[in-house]
């Protein structure tokens, strides 16, 4: 089972799409690993964890299957995480002949022409509205889609995988607090928590009850601020303490850093090596960590 970082970077990129600060000017001129997109992850074979607009390039640019998902994890609404035109792209008409008559295309205009699975959408209210239309949920026969509103701490299946919600320490819309994910699939049990500040301690309570074969936590601010909404790298720190004091890591479960801004955070070629040491693995685009 493969895990793949599709998108690494905070909301505004890395580098900042606007900034010439010293590490967004060095992110530019290394070019590779140091360039980063917004936050998502493939979970193979079919499950898409956020889908933002920039998910689709970057499945085709390191080989994932994005016209197979079958499932989507949504941590919140904001644009960075999720985006509905995106989805919106998944349209046609339900009653047109498949495969469509050569002569019938000149007649024909829309995105799609050609079958899809149905995605399962997993997210909350908030999340779930972004996606209707009219205050209705998207048709399942022209977008093949089928919304699932969940909150926090509940468990769900998905296909084979185990889904378990947290309440992840970070405001979505209306007031809502987002969700971190705790997936069971395979025999191997993963952590996903982006975006979130330092944890409920519910939610470190639920954590708690599980050993993990893979954590991906957010390291938004780097060597910068304690903001209640995010993490920095002291928070870090703090946490893989808590997982290693709980012995909730197993043999050689990969501990890694993602949602990552600049300004604050040094380049990948620099700051992989320092995290290293501890133990901590700074996620890149592309990254696959096999399961």
């Known amino acids: 089972m493969r895990f793949t970082f599709l998108g690494t970077s905070a909301g505004e990129q890395f580098p900042g799409f606007w900034c010439r600060c010293e590490f967004c000017e060095q992110a530019r001129q290394a070019g590779g690993r140091n360039i980063r997109s917004n936050s998502c992850a493939h979970l193979g074979p079919d499950c898409m964890i956020d889908l933002n607009h920039w998910a689709p390039g970057q499945a085709l640019r390191f080989g994932v299957p994005f016209l197979e998902s079958r499932y989507l994890l949504v941590t919140h609404s904001h644009e960075d995480h999720l985006s509905p035109h995106v989805l919106s792209w998944r349209s046609m ?11 019938m295309r000149t007649q024909l205009v829309g995105p799609r022409f050609s079958e899809l699975p149905v995605m399962h959408v997993y997210g909350t209210a908030a999340t779930c509205s972004l996606l209707q239309s009219g205050g209705k949920d998207p048709d399942p026969g022209r977008q093949r889609l ?5 909150g926090h701490f509940q468990t769900f299946q998905a296909g084979d995988m185990l889904c378990h919600t947290l309440k992840a320490n970070h405001e979505d819309r209306n007031g809502l607090m987002g969700l971190n994910y705790i997936i069971e699939r395979g025999g191997k049990t993963i952590l996903y928590a982006l975006d ?29 601020k304690d903001d209640p909404q ?21 043999a050689d479960a990969p501990f890694c850093i993602s ?5 604050w955070t040094p380049i990948h070629d620099e ?21």
Do not use: C
């Open 259 to 263: 949602h990552i801004a600049p300004h």
């Open 93 to 103: 008409n339900p009653d047109l002949p498949l495969p469509i008559p050569e002569a």
């Open 146 to 150: 089928s919304l699932h509103r969940v």
């Open 271 to 291: 700051i992989e090596p320092v995290m290293a040491e501890n133990g901590i693995s700074v996620a890149y685009d592309g990254m696959v960590v096999e399961l």
């Open 230 to 250: 995010h993490m920095n790298f002291e928070k870090v720190d703090r946490a893989l303490a808590f997982f290693r004091e709980r012995q909730l890591l197993k």
């Open 196 to 224: 979130t500040g330092w944890f409920f301690p519910e939610t470190l309570e639920r954590i708690a009850e599980f050993k993990y074969d893979l954590v991906v936590i957010e390291g938004t601010f780097g060597y910068g």
